[in-house]
């Protein structure tokens, strides 16, 4: 959890929908995000994810806030009631959803924010050494494209 961390990383981990250990959410880089993220560092790890990465996610861990609740993206039907309105009918299908989170597409905030951030497994093999930086051996930091192979653990 957050419970013992400084008050600003906890607010932007709040901010970032990162409130439970094991979570995982898409943001667009920019300058903004990339500072929060640099002073979070030590909290997540972070890269690049692949177009395979992206679909099994949404495909097997992706839920939609529809009115307030967590609904499995199981049919189109679903994305299509809960982004048609969001994104003037650009995303109505879940294959809409993968290609707007993986080339950050003119409606990536609404589909990002509608996505529930997605509750990730621990890692098979555990994790190496958390107090330590993705470069330095540890685990924390950005993997760049290497995300793909922490999230298929």
């Known amino acids: ?32 995000t990339l500072n929060m993220l640099k002073k979070v560092e030590a909290f997540v790890a972070w890269g690049y994810p692949s177009l395979s990465t992206v679909r099994s996610l949404v495909y097997k861990r992706g839920y939609l806030s529809v009115k307030g609740n967590r609904i499995p993206i199981s049919e189109n039907a679903v994305v299509e009631e809960a982004l048609e309105k969001k994104t003037k009918g650009a995303v109505m299908c879940s294959e809409d959803v993968v290609n707007q989170l993986l080339t950050s597409g003119e409606h990536f ?45």
């Open 1 to 32: 959890g957050i419970n013992d961390v400084a008050p600003k990383p906890r607010k932007i981990l709040q901010l970032l929908r990162l409130r439970q250990l094991h979570t995982g959410v898409f943001v667009r880089l920019n300058k903004a």
């Open 109 to 153: 905030s609404q589909v990002a924010h509608t996505l529930w951030p997605f509750k990730l497994s621990t890692p098979n093999g555990g994790i190496k050494y958390k107090n330590s930086h993705f470069v330095e051996g540890g685990d924390y930091g950005n993997r760049e494209t290497l995300i793909n192979a922490l999230l298929a653990r």
